[in-house]
């Protein structure tokens, strides 16, 4: 992902990867991964004592960091997260979600098929949109903590029917429908609740928030790009301009209107993140189709890489992360960048922990 759709926010943390791994501002996968060499039994037996005792250093750093520090928010160190956990604090939640077919290299969105969740609903219409939250039909309910108590991504089971496929946990923050048939410029007016700090490096900053553009219904086959389209920057300058983004013409169902191999819209040069859309506008008159544009803030990304195995991700022990996961947090799924274009069917379930 470099060039000009490198990734422009904080890392993005990969689950279940032996070591700590992470995709940073420059579009490159960044960390430790704790496979691959030869040795003997003795050989590999000290080996893993000492593999053991750096990461429990590593723990310590990261937990010393600022970046742990905005993430953990009342979880203190990784002995707290498993207080909190065997404490009574672990949520989970069960996921079945029957993916469409795509493109290769394409990315799908799946908040529009179901069954658990529930397939999610179509956004208001401009100017207005939609801001969800955990009572949004798409979406996990859960009951947000008590004062002073905060909740963190902790792990995930998916299974794939596909293999080599990778999913996205996201907080979707705003939606808003599109006036297909018109080439006009169209204001949006809403704004999202969660992810507005303007202060850099605050654990609700709009950094690393992202745009996309979500296909509800397939497309006339008319080429269009989406341009002149402006939004706020994450430290509360508006009027900034969204580059041009390249649609499909003939849009597929559920895969984004964008070029392969992307999963975001590229924002202004020096821009970390995208606090709410001011104007959509399309190059071209498409006669049919539906489309939503989507403001989301990463979770994590969650490889699938054997199909129909269980394939556990650790959000605690790999990356050591425990990423914030807000209240009323409306958590979705994102399939990126396919590896081919069969439909493919999730299912398992991921946990949070408060604490």
């Avoid at 003997?40 to 004592?49: H, K, L, V």
């Avoid at 799924?333 to 081919?340: D, Y």
């Amino acid at each position: 992902m470099g060039g000009p759709n490198r990734w422009y926010g904080p890392p993005i943390p990969v689950q279940g990867i032996p070591g700590a791994v992470y995709l940073d501002a420059d579009g490159d996968f960044v960390g430790r991964t704790g496979v691959g060499g030869f040795a003997g039994a003795m050989d590999r037996a000290e080996e893993i004592i000492k593999r053991e005792a750096r990461k429990a250093r590593a723990r310590m750093a990261f937990m010393r960091s600022g970046f742990a520090r905005r993430q953990r928010g009342a979880i203190g160190s990784y002995d707290a997260a498993i207080a909190a956990y065997f404490g009574g604090g672990d949520r989970h939640r069960n996921f079945l979600k029957s993916g469409t077919t795509g493109v290769v290299g394409s990315t799908n969105t799946l908040w529009f098929v179901g069954s658990m969740p529930a397939a999610g609903a179509a956004a208001a219409a401009a100017p207005g949109g939609t801001v969800p939250d955990d009572t949004t039909t798409g979406t996990w309910s859960f009951t947000n903590p008590a004062g002073g108590v905060t909740q963190h991504f902790l792990f995930a089971n998916p299974i794939a029917n596909v293999a080599a496929n990778t999913l996205l946990l996201y907080d979707r923050i705003f939606s808003v429908t599109k006036t297909m048939n018109s080439t006009a410029t169209q204001a949006v007016t809403g704004v999202p609740t969660r992810y507005q700090n303007t202060t850099q490096g605050a654990a609700d900053s709009a950094e690393g928030n992202f745009l996309f553009i979500e296909c509800r219904t397939a497309l006339a086959a008319t080429a269009h790009n989406w341009t002149v389209c402006l939004y706020e920057d994450q430290s509360g300058n508006t009027g900034a301009t969204l580059p041009s983004v390249t649609g499909n013409s003939g849009n597929i169902i559920n895969r984004l209107d964008q070029p392969t191999l992307t999963w975001f819209c590229p924002l202004a040069s020096g821009d970390t993140g995208i606090s709410d859309l001011e104007q959509m506008q399309c190059s071209a008159a498409v006669a049919t189709g539906a489309i939503d544009f989507t403001i989301g803030h990463p979770i994590a990304f969650i490889p699938c890489g054997i199909a129909n195995f269980v394939c556990e991700k650790d959000g605690l022990t790999t990356s050591v992360n425990l990423r914030r996961v807000f209240d009323d947090a409306c958590l979705a799924f994102l399939e990126l960048c396919k590896p081919a274009t069969t439909a493919t069917t999730y299912t398992g379930d991921f946990s949070t922990v408060q604490g």
